[in-house]
T-cell receptor, first 115, second 114 residues
Framework: DSGVTQTPKHLITATGQRVTLRCSPR?????VYWYQQSLDQGLQFLIQ???????AKGNILERFSAQQFPDLHSELNLSSLELGDSALYFC??????????????FGPGTRLTVL | AQSVSQHNHHVILSEAASLELGCNYS??????LFWYVQYPGQHLQLLLK??????LVKGIKGFEAEFIKSKFSFNLRKPSVQWSDTAEYFC????????????FGGGTRLMVKP
């Protein structure tokens, strides 16, 4: 157990719908990262927040957005869902040390299925 | 942009065999390197990491990796695998000037036959 929690574990929804995925960091971690794992794209970085502010953006679609709240938990919002959005969404958290030596610890993931 | 290649997509070994999984990255500057493991149905767990210093890094569960800067490689090794090592292994790179985001390789699925 990494100490990072994600809810829900599974989510099944229909195309066009909107969902929210939630991540709670390990105690003391200020940074939250979201990754998407799909069969065709592999593991891809989506977005990072540090202490409530957006820090870095990766291959995140405009239909997707995220935020980090004052209690440091984060939510990833996915809207206008398409079949291709079906994937495993991981949250990772870290202390937030700059310079790349920060170790990320991953949550159990949310498996999203869009029908 | 940085990229990570894992050449072996699927590896099948018998118990007690030695393991080496390849990882190459493309980035000319300073990098931090990681290996993560994903057991069936579970989340990614950190096996080991390299930031600086001794290029031979030891991790958990008997795994080690060697950073060879001239070859842009960070191969994972284990002298004797066990059935419980059956999992998917991911190499990841963070470039110092790219914030803390990780770029992952495509993963290697390892199956260890008892």
């Amino acid at each position: 157990d990494s100490g990072v929690t994600q809810t829900p574990k599974h989510l099944i929804t229909a195309t066009g719908q909107r969902v929210t995925l939630r991540c709670s960091p390990r105690s003391g971690d200020l940074s939250v990262y979201w990754y998407q794992q799909s069969l065709d794209q592999g593991l891809q970085f989506l977005i990072q927040y540090y202490n409530g502010e957006e820090r870095a953006k990766g291959n995140i679609l405009e239909r997707f957005s995220a935020q980090q709240f004052p209690d440091l938990h984060s939510e990833l919002n996915l809207s206008s869902l398409e079949l291709g959005d079906s994937a495993l969404y991981f949250c990772a958290t870290s202390r937030g040390v700059a310079g790349g030596t920060d170790t990320q610890y991953f949550g159990p993931g949310t498996r999203l299925t869009v029908l | 942009a940085q990229s990570v290649s894992q050449h072996n997509h699927h590896v099948i070994l018998s118990e007690a065999a030695s393991l080496e999984l390849g990882c190459n990255y493309s980035y000319g500057g300073t990098v931090n390197l990681f290996w993560y493991v994903q057991y069936p149905g579970q989340h990614l767990q950190l096996l080991l990491k390299y930031f600086s210093g001794d290029p031979l890094v030891k991790g958990i569960k008997g795994f080690e990796a060697e950073f060879i800067k001239s070859k842009f490689s960070f191969n994972l090794r284990k002298p004797s695998v066990q059935w419980s090592d059956t999992a998917e292994y991911f190499c990841a790179v963070n470039a110092n000037n790219a914030g803390n985001m990780l770029t992952f390789g495509g993963g290697t699925r390892l199956m260890v036959k008892p």
